[in-house]
């Protein structure tokens, strides 16, 4: 392990895992099941909808909107409902706002076991585009808020577009977060610390989701099962070291019936490949704090 100085997150020193580290049970290949269960707030939505031809500026895109709203109607169910059948748990990555809109099936998806992590209050509310006072304050209605229905505080957070201020994991782990997913430079999770206060930092795969994949570029769903299998082949044949995987579905994009069945599919490899871990981020991010705080 090195000790270096973070190139987002002002003030903190990092330690990364070594090339010996291996998930539990000495696998090299851990992966995770990751369902965005988004919202707006009011008066807000989403900056992308299915049509491809943009709204003149100034005009409110209520298309992108009902698109958007999808999520808590009928698409988290659907997706909750696929990891049940194959017997999966995932983390769910909650816009605060969801807490107050739909209470009760965030207190489901909790009570089936499925991770909860704080993904902001809405989706326009994007940490680099805060000042620290307000970023705090952020951070405290959200986690409060989804405490408040859930019974116990998140432990992990994802930003929108995994875009953190600098500040935003010293704040994190100042409110005793474990882990955040605003990441991206590694394979692996690794240590932030600032002076005594640390923070796991567990890497966001981005290849394997369907905002990129199949919203942004237009890629059908069977890309987003082809890109995991050859992802996943590459890892097994070439790679040595340990590595970490996410396959990422949000409620309102993949929720739907064709999205689903790409979620599924990839289940189904994941289910029929020996020797690879499946876990939640909060679960590898514990391994992983354990295991640096064996080798100091």
Avoid: C
């Amino acid at each position: 392990m090195t000790a270096e100085r973070d190139l987002v997150a002002k003030g903190a020193s990092v330690r990364r895992l070594d090339r010996a580290f291996r998930w539990p049970g000495g696998k090299r290949i851990a992966i995770f099941f990751n369902i965005a269960f988004e919202a707006w707030s009011d008066g807000k939505g989403p900056g992308i909808g299915p049509m491809g031809n943009p709204l003149p500026p100034g005009h409110f895109d209520t298309n992108a909107l009902s698109f958007g709203g999808y999520g808590p109607v009928r698409g988290i169910w659907r997706l909750i409902e696929s990891l049940d059948h194959h017997k999966l748990k995932a983390g769910v990555m909650v816009s605060g706002v969801l807490a107050e809109r739909h209470p009760q099936t965030l207190k489901a998806i909790a009570a089936a076991g499925h991770e909860i992590i704080a993904h902001a209050y809405g989706q326009e509310i994007i940490p680099v585009m805060l000042p620290e006072p307000a970023e705090r304050d952020h951070i405290a209605k959200v986690t409060e808020l989804i405490a408040a229905v859930t019974g116990s505080p998140p432990k992990g957070w994802m930003s929108p577009r995994a875009t953190p201020s600098a500040a935003t994991a010293r704040l994190l782990a100042e409110k005793g977060y474990l882990w955040h997913g605003d990441a991206m430079d590694d394979d692996l999770p690794y240590l932030e610390d600032f002076s005594g206060r640390s923070i796991v930092a567990m890497p966001f795969t981005i290849e394997v989701n369907d905002m990129p994949l199949y919203m942004r570029h237009g890629d059908p769903p069977r890309q987003y099962v082809e890109t995991f299998e050859n992802t996943l082949r590459r890892l097994r044949q070439r790679e040595k070291g340990a590595v970490l995987l996410d396959a990422t579905a949000h409620a309102h994009v993949f929720g739907r019936p064709l999205g689903a069945w790409a979620f599924e599919a990839v289940m189904e490899i994941v289910k029929g490949t020996p020797g690879v871990w499946i876990a939640t981020r909060g679960q590898a991010a514990a391994y992983a704090l354990k295991s640096l705080r064996e080798k100091g």
